[in-house]
């Protein structure tokens, strides 16, 4: 891509809205634009890290479970029958159609889901089965903020499991809880499992997966022995394996303020393995049996012919959180420093001197073998100084930087920078496929 034809409205000065790392610098970085009160437009650049985190989580839920989607509206019928249409209160938006029909934005799947599967599935014979969506949820906080992290309309990865009983039922909350350690990995966060309420959406078992920052929305306590644990490589067929790694890791004191138990913290962690810190929610797990399954009727006949109702649970991440989370965990302060799994970009060429023939043959050569290759990029082309289109390219984070400059050509070389160390290589002008080497390790 041409910056010159990007939409890319980068700003300068911090907007005073934002009060966080995060929110500040999807503003400043073009990415995002707030058009109502937690509600966002998504520009190129942000949509392309938004599509990106999207990608990692469908590769790793594709191995469990099975996409589908289901609509932003749904109707109010299926919400009575859970009782859950009075129960969740303020956060839900609900509205009529023209033919007075009681309709509602949809702040989470369960019941609708649950009706899918009443009306489709009568045998324990198709179990397990789980299901996915990634799909814009609506839930009318009270306090929207922090941009993209406590919005009213989010976009969430939410999957729904279906057992026969509930050994099953627990083996598939492991392998989730497995699939979430590698889908954050991947994203290179540190995701801490932590022991959750479970909410408006019920049940006895949850977790949360928070990352750690200083911004995060709820206090965390934890045992630092927890951050040394390795993902062991387990296959997802093998749930002794599964199921001895989450024993392991909740066996860890680790605590968000609302299950905080200062006591058992003191006795059970040594004082120098205490940390006190904040974390963002970025998943979180629930079983939580039959209770949507019975009032919705979803029965199964069992081995026995006997019908009963189905064993669930549900997994959510906040996809559009993550964008926020992941530039909290990696920027400094010049801007964002995009871990390349998610980055909109993979390398950046910043022609130093647009109207210098040697400058501007080289950057156009480098340019074309990199899309030849397939490789991300983006070629700053602009007639701009020197000073504002490194500063920018610094903002919005692209892992690798090329600075083509008049006086590096005339000495045979030009500079490839990584975003994270600031490490510069000088690379010979005659050697451009050494970039490709590098970049693809
Ligand atoms: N149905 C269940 C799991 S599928 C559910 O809704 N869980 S949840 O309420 O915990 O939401 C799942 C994830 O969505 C959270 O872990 C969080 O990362 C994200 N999320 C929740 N509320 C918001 C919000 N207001 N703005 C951005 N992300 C949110």
């Not at 934005?105 to 969506?133: A, Q, R, V």
């Not at 590096?408 to 070389?413: L, P, T």
């Amino acid at each position: 891509m041409r910056r010159s034809k990007l939409f890319l409205p980068t700003l300068k000065e911090n907007p005073s809205e934002a009060s966080i790392n995060s929110h500040r610098l999807m503003l400043r970085a073009g990415m995002i634009r707030q058009s109502s009160s937690g509600i966002y437009t998504w520009l190129p650049l942000g949509y392309k890290v938004l599509r990106n985190i999207e990608k990692i989580i469908r590769f790793e839920q594709n191995i469990i479970s099975q996409e589908l989607l289901m609509p932003t509206i749904q109707d109010s019928e299926i919400w009575k029958k859970s009782g859950r249409f009075n129960d969740y209160g303020k956060e839900m938006l609900k509205f009529k159609d023209r033919h007075e029909h009681e309709l509602l934005y949809g702040p989470t799947n369960e019941e609708l889901i649950t009706d899918i599967f009443s009306k489709n599935i009568m045998s324990y014979k198709s179990l397990p089965l789980c299901l996915y969506h990634i799909q814009w949820k609506f839930r009318d906080e009270i306090r929207p903020r922090f941009g993209v992290m406590r919005g009213r309309e989010f976009l969430m990865k939410d999957a729904y499991s279906f057992d026969k009983n509930k050994d099953d039922a627990i083996e598939c909350y492991n392998r989730m809880f497995l699939n979430y350690l590698r889908i954050f990995d991947k994203m290179e966060l540190k995701a801490i499992p932590v022991a959750a309420d479970t909410g408006p959406i019920g049940g006895d078992l949850s977790h949360e997966f928070i990352i750690l920052a200083e911004t995060g929305e709820s206090d965390v306590f934890l045992d630092k022995n927890i951050l040394n644990e390795k993902i062991p490589n387990i296959k997802y067929d093998d749930p002794i394996s599964i199921s001895k790694l989450v024993n392991k890791l909740t066996s860890y004191y680790t605590a968000a303020d609302d299950k905080h138990d200062h006591d058992r913290y003191l006795k059970s962690v040594k004082e120098e393995n205490r940390i006190k810190t904040r974390g963002i929610e970025v998943g979180h797990l629930f079983y939580f049996g039959d209770k949507y399954s019975r009032p919705l009727g979803a029965n199964i006949a069992n081995e026995k012919g006997v019908n009963i109702p189905v064993e669930m649970g549900s997994y959510g991440i906040g996809v559009s959180r993550l964008v926020g989370g992941i530039i909290d965990a990696h920027h400094d302060d010049k801007g964002i420093c995009w871990p390349e799994s998610v980055a909109p970009y993979i390398i950046g060429i910043i022609n130093l001197r647009q109207n210098d023939v040697p400058c501007s043959q080289l950057s156009e050569k480098i340019y074309d073998s990199l899309k030849n290759n397939n490789i991300e990029v983006l070629y700053d082309d602009r007639d701009e100084g020197a000073g504002n289109k490194l500063a920018e390219m610094d903002l919005i984070g692209i892992p690798w930087q090329i600075r083509i400059g008049p006086r590096g050509i005339k000495n045979g070389y030009f500079e490839l920078l990584n975003r994270k160390t600031s490490e510069i290589q000088e690379i010979s002008i005659n050697d451009t496929a050494k970039i490709t080497n590098i970049i693809l390790g």
